[in-house]
């Protein structure tokens, strides 16, 4: 037995669950959220805890058992409490601005950067080094923390670019160092 996918879900107060064949829409304070699920799996709820069960111990249903109990549990979080990825400018020069929705990047091009959240969350920025992806699907917050991530990965002699808070980033030694 999965030991991830025989975990129940709790569903707190001001969550609401609704199952249908095999769709499941999870409704919360901030939002909501659907999930199709394989037809191999089965959700029930019951006394708001969620459980996922399957139909054999076939190697495809093992792996579909644990994916779909994460999935479930992501959705209950997120309706719930939200997600959020704190990046981090480094570097002398970089800054960012907030522009109504979208944010502006000055990260040592020639130009500056525009980037519009992805829908369904909401860019916010700290300070002038700070940015704060914030949203309800982790998925798409990991994906757009990604994205800006991409604009400027950090580099591996001088550490300047963008990174995750708390990230470390090993640096190289340069050329005087191999003598």
């Known amino acids: 037995m999965s030991r991830i996918g025989k975990k129940p879900i709790p569903v707190p107060a001001g969550v609401e669950v609704k199952i249908d064949d095999h769709r499941i829409t ?3 304070p901030k939002g909501s959220l659907e999930y199709e699920h ?3 799996l089965s959700v029930t709820l019951n006394d708001n805890v969620l459980t996922v069960t399957r139909a054999s111990d076939e190697r495809r ?3 579909l ?3 779909t109990r994460s999935l479930l549990a992501n959705m209950v979080t997120g309706v719930s409490d939200g997600y959020q990825k704190t990046l981090d400018l480094v570097g002398v020069g970089y800054r960012v601005q907030q522009e109504s929705e979208a944010i502006v990047l000055q990260i040592g ?3 500056q950067i525009t980037v519009q ?4 969350l909401s860019l916010v920025v700290e300070g002038n080094n700070r940015i704060l992806v914030q949203g309800i699907d982790k998925q798409v917050v990991g ?3 990604a994205q800006i991530k991409k604009l400027r990965t950090p580099n591996v002699y001088t ?4 990174r995750y808070t708390g990230e470390q980033v090993r640096l190289k030694p340069g050329k005087s160092a191999r003598r």
């Open 26 to 28: 999870v409704k919360g």
């Open 38 to 40: 394989n037809p191999d």
């Open 61 to 63: 249903h093992r792996a």
């Open 65 to 67: 058992h644990g994916l």
């Open 109 to 111: 091009y020639s130009h």
């Open 117 to 120: 959240p992805l829908p369904g």
């Open 143 to 145: 994906e757009m923390a």
């Open 159 to 162: 550490g300047k670019g963008i």
